[in-house]
């Protein structure tokens, strides 16, 4: 849910990527934060555990430039891959603008992203939104590990609706950006049209 | 989808006016409104020194894992925290349902006091919040992004 501010002249939305645990997330978040200009980013928030695994919530805010004279701000949200912190990754989609779905390219986690993928669906459905109407994008990550599924696999299995889809290495950054901005581009459309 | 949160500048105006009076009143170091989605609303008193985007991000995440717990045992949210640290304390109150009045205080300042101002606070902010929403809901009212083109969409993006 996008807050417009016409007394500062921000407008203000929230990006959240979802998926199963160690596809990623807060690796792209992380290459991000560490690629961003110190003017067009915050503080970086990780509420992990000790061994560094998700506990709550990542949080990352970015300034993309102005569009008629209002700043644009991104708030990057992570949810906790883990099954059992679903009471969690539902709290941190409330108020969602749109979202990136982190696969897992391995083949032995093919299972671990389609039970996320219909997670994201059941969470979204209980704030009344729905996958299918929300701006969305799929990143195939992991690209450079041996024992990967095919991106024709991905696609069938993970993303038949074909929303824009990026293969991506997060730790080098590849297809990093791309996905960033794709889902960004898709939100800045959807209030366009007034749905924000 | 559910629409967004719009301040306007008469509002925000007003907001800001009741945010300084409580601190004044309330004898405390910041006050802020946050969204209970994460936004910043407004900031008032020493607030220069703090990453208020942080912190309006983590209140929400508090308030949204707390009304969790409430949901658990059988209540509808909590509207008011308090915690209490070494020399400085953070007091949350829910207003209108919609946004989350923080005040951080210390020892010039104290829990009775400021409980007792930000319920004032609230009821006033409460009312401007309703004027917002039915603002926001009257036909007409526009996103200033429906003008925006896709070649401005895309400028952003290309550097």
Do not use: W
Request: proline fraction near 3%.
């Amino acid at each position: 849910m996008s807050f417009i501010n016409y007394s500062s002249r921000e407008i203000n939305c929230k990006i959240v990527y979802y998926g199963p645990g160690l596809c990623g997330k807060t690796t792209n978040l992380q290459y991000v934060y560490a690629k961003t200009n110190p003017e067009a980013k915050g503080k970086m928030i990780s509420l992990a555990t000790e061994t560094e695994r998700t506990l709550f919530f990542d949080f990352l805010p970015l300034s993309l430039g102005e569009i008629r004279g209002f700043k644009t701000r991104f708030h990057l949200y992570t949810v906790p891959g883990q099954v059992f912190y679903d009471a969690s990754r539902k709290l941190i989609l409330k108020g969602v603008d749109g979202v990136v779905f982190v696969a897992d390219s391995q083949i032995e986690r093919m299972e671990a992203n389609l039970e996320s993928v219909e997670n994201l669906r059941t969470n979204l459905g209980e704030q009344g939104y729905s996958l299918e109407r929300v701006p969305y994008v799929v990143q195939y990550n992991k690209r450079d590990l041996p024992n990967i599924a095919t991106v024709d696999e991905l696609r069938r299995l993970i993303n038949p609706r074909n929303v824009p889809e990026f293969q991506a290495v997060a730790p080098t950054g590849v297809g990093v950006f791309d996905t960033l901005k794709s889902v960004a581009k898709l939100v800045l459309t959807e209030l366009k049209k007034g749905g924000g | 989808m559910n629409s967004g949160l719009v301040m306007y500048e008469e509002e925000y105006r007003i907001i800001s006016g009741i945010c300084d009076r409580l601190t004044r009143d309330a004898n405390a170091k910041v006050v802020f409104l946050v969204d209970k989605n994460g936004q910043l609303i407004a900031a008032s008193g020493q607030a220069q020194n703090l990453d208020t985007t942080s912190l309006a991000s983590l209140t929400a995440g508090n308030v949204a894992a707390m009304g969790g717990l409430a949901k658990l045992i059988g209540e509808k949210e909590f509207p008011n925290q308090f915690h209490e640290g070494e020399r400085e304390s953070l007091h949350m109150s829910i207003v209108g349902g919609r946004v989350v009045l923080v005040v951080i205080f210390d020892a010039k300042s104290s829990l009775g006091l400021v409980r007792l101002r930000v319920k004032k606070a609230g009821e006033e902010l409460a009312r401007v919040f309703d004027q917002l929403a039915k603002k926001q809901a009257t036909p007409g009212a526009q996103s200033p992004f429906a003008e925006i083109t896709d070649d401005d969409i895309d400028n952003l993006f290309s550097q």
